[in-house]
């Protein structure tokens, strides 16, 4: 005889990993073939293949509150800014929202400074200091220059020449900048930046030098390359020091070295759950909203005759109603998932915490040089061409 398939709320209970005082339950997937009888929860490359063709249509937007992609596959945006993004993959797999991550650090290929050839430096940093510095600088500029450039293969025991830098590989800083006495600076002056001309020097310092069909793709409409935040510290300088160096800059990825990586953290954590099994009212509520962060639990007004299970106590009837707090979920996505409400005794027997196992809760914060949500996009792609 065939077994029935699972209902809806024996799914939705799979999906969920317990977290208790003191232990972790449920923490291994189930959906897999033969676990369990009269499903089927084989992997189809095809569903695969259109879950993620439709993240990649041209028709969607990463704008969109949510992008639904297939039935149980959907994106939910819930910050969306230039450096800063905040968004939700459910129905997922563990494995492939990892592959997401690692892809967002190590395998987006950005543009950054590899090589610097120092003609003068006379300021207290040290070349190689000054040059480990201005390499995690972080830079922008024209995306369709950015996407045009070619990778520049370095020398190595197989190829002790290498590229040679062109145009279409090799992008082209300088640094030169003097530091001199200012005129009219009031006797006995302490600040430097009154005192001298130029004393410290700033990422705005840096000069792009087009070089070849640069001029027409990296212009100042389209945009010029340049560093992300203009006002990073690179050196300080006094009367008589002198920087001048030229910078040669190239596309590379994560793996390679942490200055390519497209942003400053990629991480996610699963959607926390909330389950109030019996009232909390009164002061309990209050306390129990205090052992979450703000806005993760509500207090709402209720009947003060209500018993343990919700319904009024017929005990009760006929006299008049007080009201009182009695405590709600609100807002489980603020939760940190601290567990401090187990701490208390009252509450263990009337809360239950957990996680959900396909919901990934991803932030993004990129360095610059690409809009936040658009990492995610090319993340897809890269992913897709494995």
Same mark, same amino acid.
């Given at each position: 005889?065939?077994?029935?398939?699972?209902?809806?709320?024996?799914?939705?209970?799979?999906?969920?990993?317990?977290?208790?005082?003191? #232990?972790? #339950?449920?923490?291994?997937?189930?959906?897999?073939?033969?676990?369990?009888?009269?499903?089927?929860?084989?992997?189809?490359?095809?569903?695969?293949?259109?879950?993620?063709?439709?993240?990649?249509?041209?028709?969607?937007?990463?704008?969109?509150?949510?992008?639904?992609?297939?039935?149980?596959?959907?994106?939910?945006?819930?910050?969306?800014?230039?450096?800063?993004?905040?968004?939700?993959?459910?129905?997922?797999?563990?494995?492939?929202?990892?592959?997401?991550?690692?892809?967002?650090?190590?395998?987006?290929?950005?543009?950054?400074?590899?090589?610097?050839?120092?003609?003068?430096?006379?300021?207290?940093?040290?070349?190689?200091?000054?040059?480990?510095?201005?390499?995690?600088?972080?830079?922008?500029?024209?995306?369709?220059?950015?996407?045009?450039?070619?990778?520049?293969?370095?020398?190595?025991?197989?190829?002790?020449?290498?590229?040679?830098?062109?145009?279409?590989?090799? /992008?082209?800083?300088?640094?030169?900048?003097?530091?001199?006495?200012?005129?009219?600076?009031?006797?006995?002056?302490?600040?430097?930046?009154?005192?001298?001309?130029?004393?410290?020097?700033?990422?705005?310092?840096?000069?792009?030098?087009?070089?070849?069909?640069?001029?027409?793709?990296?212009?100042?409409?389209?945009?010029?390359?340049?560093?992300?935040?203009? !006002?990073?510290?690179?050196?300080?300088?006094?009367?008589?020091?002198?920087?001048?160096?030229?910078?040669?800059?190239?596309?590379?990825?994560?793996?390679?070295?942490?200055?390519?990586?497209?942003?400053?953290?990629?991480?996610?954590?699963?959607?926390?759950?909330?389950?109030?099994?019996?009232?909390?009212?009164? !002061?309990?509520?209050?306390?129990?909203?205090?052992?979450?962060?703000?806005? /993760?639990?509500?207090?709402?007004?209720?009947?003060?005759?209500?018993?343990?299970?919700?319904?009024?106590?017929?005990?009760?009837?006929?006299?008049?109603?007080?009201?009182?707090?009695?405590?709600?979920?609100?807002?489980?996505?603020?939760? #940190?998932?601290?567990?401090?409400?187990?701490?208390?005794?009252?509450?263990?027997?009337?809360?239950?915490?957990?996680?959900?196992?396909?919901?990934?809760?991803?932030?993004?914060?990129?360095?610059?040089?690409?809009?936040?949500?658009?990492?995610?996009?090319?993340?897809?792609? #890269?992913?897709?061409?494995?």
């Amino acid at each position: 005889m065939a077994r029935e398939p699972a209902s809806t709320d024996e799914v939705e209970r799979r999906k969920i990993v317990g977290v208790n005082a003191e #232990t972790i #339950t449920n923490v291994t997937s189930t959906d897999f073939p033969g676990h369990h009888p009269g499903e089927d929860n084989s992997w189809s490359l095809e569903k695969f293949k259109k879950v993620f063709a439709s993240i990649l249509s041209p028709d969607i937007h990463p704008l969109h509150t949510y992008i639904n992609c297939a039935q149980n596959f959907r994106v939910k945006f819930y910050k969306n800014e230039h450096f800063d993004a905040s968004f939700s993959l459910i129905g997922i797999d563990a494995s492939i929202a990892n592959a997401f991550r690692r892809i967002l650090i190590s395998e987006i290929p950005t543009l950054a400074i590899e090589f610097v050839f120092v003609h003068n430096n006379t300021s207290i940093i040290q070349d190689e200091v000054l040059a480990h510095r201005l390499g995690l600088v972080p830079l922008t500029g024209s995306r369709e220059g950015l996407n045009w450039m070619k990778w520049f293969n370095k020398p190595t025991e197989e190829s002790p020449e290498g590229d040679t830098a062109l145009d279409n590989n090799t /992008v082209v800083l300088k640094l030169n900048i003097e530091c001199t006495w200012a005129e009219g600076a009031a006797r006995g002056e302490q600040d430097p930046t009154k005192l001298y001309k130029n004393a410290h020097v700033y990422a705005r310092d840096i000069v792009y030098e087009p070089v070849g069909r640069q001029q027409n793709l990296f212009t100042e409409r389209q945009g010029l390359i340049r560093p992300v935040n203009p !006002d990073i510290l690179l050196a300080k300088l006094r009367p008589g020091e002198k920087i001048d160096i030229e910078m040669h800059c190239i596309k590379g990825i994560g793996a390679d070295h942490a200055k390519f990586s497209p942003v400053a953290t990629a991480s996610y954590r699963l959607m926390p759950t909330i389950e109030i099994s019996k009232p909390i009212l009164g !002061d309990a509520a209050r306390k129990f909203a205090r052992c979450f962060p703000k806005g /993760v639990i509500g207090l709402e007004d209720v009947a003060s005759n209500t018993e343990e299970g919700g319904e009024r106590s017929s005990r009760m009837e006929g006299q008049q109603e007080q009201m009182t707090k009695k405590a709600v979920v609100q807002n489980p996505f603020k939760d #940190t998932v601290s567990r401090e409400c187990l701490r208390h005794d009252e509450f263990k027997d009337k809360v239950k915490l957990g996680r959900v196992r396909d919901h990934f809760i991803f932030m993004v914060e990129s360095t610059g040089q690409f809009e936040s949500d658009l990492l995610f996009l090319e993340s897809v792609k #890269t992913l897709k061409l494995k």
